[in-house]
């Protein structure tokens, strides 16, 4: 396989398994109807349907990376860091992810019993429903909920105004430490990626103490195209994986057909001048 920047490359989006909508074989055969070459499923803090998306994707003749999205909280804030080429089986990111997962059950009934004192009951329950599984329940799966009731059009009017700091049904909670996420990822034989930069809410000093850190402790690649960047934030962050040194990723980060804002297998190519992350698995 080519190693070449317009290989289409989808390294990130999401399952039933976490919080997007569509089974790992569903997303397979979308991915593959859209001309995606290369494709990894990151569920969030969990690896459960890796090995029925490379079975899909083998089925369908589609190149797969094994693949992870670990929620770490860093300076007050959670940011996430993608796991590429990973063994799915290795006992320490197991071990790690099931710690990560641990505390959600708690979070959510405290967002819920924050959401009731403004006057919408029984989020637990319908959260839930949406989630499957306490384990797995995240502010995504409230989102959901509170769209199904009316109180917000769709998932980017919740988070506007609902389950973000300062509103109503936040609450913080304490993910994995950089350094461990790194390490488990680095364990289990994979690169740890940098997801959607352009997301964090810090300051150029905080970011670039993140970059500096990561790569200190064996961090590689960060996202420049993917699905939360704009135009204009593809040409920032290319610029800061060339400044730091870091391979680059792209991905769709998707969820759903309805709430995400791009396609699998629809981004821009990767800048011809990057390197791409995915030279080190093929």
Request: proline fraction near 3%; charge should be negative; include cysteine.
């Amino acid at each position: 396989m080519t190693s070449h920047s317009s290989l289409n490359a989808d390294l990130h989006c999401h399952s039933v398994v976490s919080d997007g909508t569509l089974t790992p074989e569903q997303l397979a055969e979308r991915a593959h109807g859209n001309g995606v070459q290369l494709w990894a499923l990151t569920d969030h803090d969990e690896l459960g349907g890796q090995e029925r998306a490379r079975i899909a994707a083998s089925l369908l003749g589609m190149d797969y990376v094994s693949g992870v999205e670990i929620s770490v909280s860093w300076m007050g804030q959670t940011i996430h860091i993608v796991g590429l080429g990973i063994d799915a089986t290795h006992a320490g990111i197991l071990e790690g992810l099931r710690r990560t997962r641990d505390g959600r059950g708690n979070r959510a009934k405290m967002m819920a019993e924050q959401l009731s004192k403004v006057g919408i009951a029984g989020a637990y329950e319908g959260a839930l429903h949406f989630a499957g599984n306490h384990d797995l329940i995240s502010r995504t799966h409230f989102a959901r909920f509170l769209v199904e009731q009316g109180v917000c059009r769709d998932t980017d009017h919740v988070f506007k105004n609902y389950l973000v700091e300062d509103k109503p049904g936040y609450v913080p909670h304490l993910w994995a430490s950089l350094d461990d996420a790194v390490a488990w990822i680095k364990g289990a034989g994979g690169a740890a990626v940098i997801a959607h930069p352009g997301r964090y809410k810090l300051s150029a000093m905080q970011m670039d103490e993140l970059y500096k850190h990561f790569k200190d402790i064996g961090g590689i690649a960060i996202e420049v195209i993917t699905g939360s960047h704009s135009p204009n934030q593809y040409q920032t962050y290319g610029k800061i994986a060339q400044h730091y040194g870091f391979l680059a990723s792209r991905g769709s980060d998707f969820h759903d057909p309805e709430e995400s804002y791009i396609d699998l297998g629809t981004l821009p190519h990767l800048p011809e001048h990057l390197t791409p992350v995915w030279t080190l698995f093929h």
